[in-house]
């Protein structure tokens, strides 16, 4: 069990709090792993939020990439038995595939936002190199007028 950082934590308070069951939602995101519950109620004993939204089955599947959770599914439902291990199966490849697309978005922001600062820096740099240049150039010419003056 990997658990929840203090960083994962303060990611994950807001993603629990959009679900009907904080409950099975932590703990599939404690656990790394999907959650399938045929009776949440004897599963998740005491658990307010399940008796409150008279949850009695639930699939959660947390998104992962790199030991990370991105977020999850969770589908619930007032009646037992209403998902089956095939069916968590199913979320689950399909939380993959959102998983890693949520972090390829993420990575290609992250690569955006680098470009553009290097940009601004090679910008910033041409911009120099060309002020170093006119500053030289005024020098070569001021040299060749004192140098013509003497001759």
Do not use: W
């Amino acid at each position: 069990m990997r658990g929840l950082s203090e960083a994962d934590s303060a990611t994950t308070t807001g993603v629990l709090s959009s679900v009907a069951s904080p409950a099975i939602a932590r703990k599939a995101l404690e656990d790394n792993e999907a959650v399938l519950t045929r009776d949440a109620r004897l599963d998740f004993a005491g658990s307010e939020s399940i008796i409150s939204a008279n949850i009695r089955s639930a699939v959660c599947v947390p998104l992962i990439t790199d030991d990370k959770a991105q977020g999850l599914i969770y589908l619930d439902s007032s009646g037992r038995d209403r998902f089956t291990a095939q069916q968590r199966d199913l979320l689950v490849a399909v939380g993959n595939q959102a998983a890693i697309n949520i972090e390829r978005a993420r990575l290609t922001e992250e690569l955006r936002q680098q470009a553009r600062a290097e940009g601004k820096s090679l910008e910033e740099l041409a911009q120099e190199m060309l002020t170093y240049r006119k500053r030289t150039n005024h020098m070569r010419i001021a040299a060749c007028q004192r140098g013509k003056r003497k001759g």
